[in-house]
């Protein structure tokens, strides 16, 4: 188990073996969940993304897990 120490600003430092791991990079976006008193993180890749499809699906029948694709697409190219 790896551990870390929140600074003053809030900020943690994530083990450099997990970054690996989950493909965590400099500009990576973030969810944060609490379940149970319980942070869960998760870092919003092109995996998580995927396990999102078909979730969010609009009453309209439009998906918008397509958009979140595209956009994150678009800031992978940006970051480039």
């Known amino acids: 188990m790896d551990t870390g120490i929140v600074t003053t ?7 450099a073996k997990l970054r690996r791991k989950l493909g965590i990079k400099p500009g990576t976006r973030l969810v944060f969940d609490e379940k149970n008193n319980t ?22 029948g439009e998906n918008w897990s ?8 678009e800031e992978v190219a940006k970051e480039g």
């Open 9 to 15: 600003k809030g900020q943690v430092v994530i083990p």
């Open 39 to 60: 942070i869960v993180i998760r870092p919003i890749t092109e995996a998580y993304i995927g396990s999102l499809q078909g979730m969010l699906s609009g009453d309209d």
């Open 66 to 73: 397509e958009e979140i694709v595209q956009e994150h697409a």
